[in-house]
């Protein structure tokens, strides 16, 4: 359904509920966060892949999971002009798996490790830190079963967080077990919260049908004080599952990177296998704050067609990152601005102006001429608000000579110069 449009209505068309637009004054943080993504990225050997905003609907079906709130309420789906159903990029890991299977990856030394950054959408109830596009930094690390590289994945995600310079953070970590052990721990759980059904709130019931893992992060404070008693995962893994959570915190331990295990922490995607992690901030508890998470996903690349593979990896929700930036007071690097703003009065001095402008970017100095025949005053004006470090002023009598003035703004010294200078002073 389209707005009709009223004439002179400015505000009819805004973003689309849930969506921003990221203006240039919040451009610092982005440039800031993409920048430290990649130098993480490299630290660690990760090479960026790039996957399409769409896919077929069918691969986060089988991918994300068919119960999880992600498929059953959030995608954005549509059938094409073709009649093809398409969703739009829910999460990172589905579409990189189809690339690891599409393109053969599995022909490379293994594990391939991946990353990206890109837009993902998700239908969800729009709030601080909750949007309908967001943006995520993920990485995934392919082809690997070892714990070391459970280890090495997390000790990324958190030194990823820290180099950002965000300290009231915490790292929490769990294991779910996999195919072998996870029904035991299932029946199990399921008991425990059959004895609790009257109390649960009505998501919860609909979870104990058809995903009780789930259960245990309920964000209801009532079913939150069932969950704090109910059995834990991690007395129910086999020997080889135990084994490697073992491992994956003897090797943070060793790293020096600081854990809390979380019995509660099972994550809102139907692929993990074993090691599961969040990051989260000290602030606020609960995966709505959740500042990135990932795990262990040993079945989905099977799952999606291709030679059983194990998998890991992770993603970090880059506005939650701003947010609490902004929060802890992390100051970022300025873009740089503006150098040089050419003023000039009279139409023999615009065309000198823009030459010069010219020959400036030439030089690969920033500058632009002003427009419009303003004053002179008017002209600084605009020098000051625009904030350039130089002002270069040509005058009538500065084209007769064949000079400039250059206005140093910092200070407001001046010194005249031939226009053929100009671009040597200012580099
Ligand atoms: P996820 O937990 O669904 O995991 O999303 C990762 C992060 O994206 C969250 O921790 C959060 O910071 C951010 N995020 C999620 N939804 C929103 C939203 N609606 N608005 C703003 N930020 C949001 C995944 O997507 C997995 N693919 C991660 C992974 C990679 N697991 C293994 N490899």
Known sequence: MFKELKKGDNRLYQAARGTSDILPEEQPYWRYVEQAAADISRLYGYRRIDTPIFEDTGLFRRGTGEYTDIVQKETYTFDDRGGNSLTLKAEGTPPVCRAYIQHGLQNLPQPVKLYYISPIFRYDRPQAGRYRQHYQFGYEAIGDADPAIDAEVIDMAWRFYRSLGLARISLQLNSIGCRQCRPGYLSALTDYYNSYAGELCNDCKTRLEKNPLRLLDCKQPSCQRIAESAPKNTGYL???????????????????????????????????????????????????????????YDDLIEELGGRPTPGIGFAAGIERIILNLKKEGVAVPATPGLQVLIAYLGDAARAEAIKLAAGLREA??????????????????????LEVRYTVIIGEDEVKDGTATLRDMANASQETLTIGEVAARLS
Request: charged share 20%; glycine share 14%.
């Open 364 to 385: 690969g100095i920033s500058a632009v001429t002003t427009t419009g025949g303003k004053s002179l005053k008017a002209q600084m004006r605009q020098a000051n608000s």
């Open 238 to 296: 086999c020997p080889e599952c135990d084994e490697h959570f073992n491992k994956v915190q003897e090797y943070l331990g060793q790293m020096g990177t600081t854990f809390e295990l979380n019995h509660r922490l099972v994550r809102g995607l139907d692929y993990y296998t074993r090691t599961v992690f969040e990051i989260q901030p000290d602030e606020e508890g609960g995966a709505q704050s959740a500042l990135g998470g990932g795990g262990r």
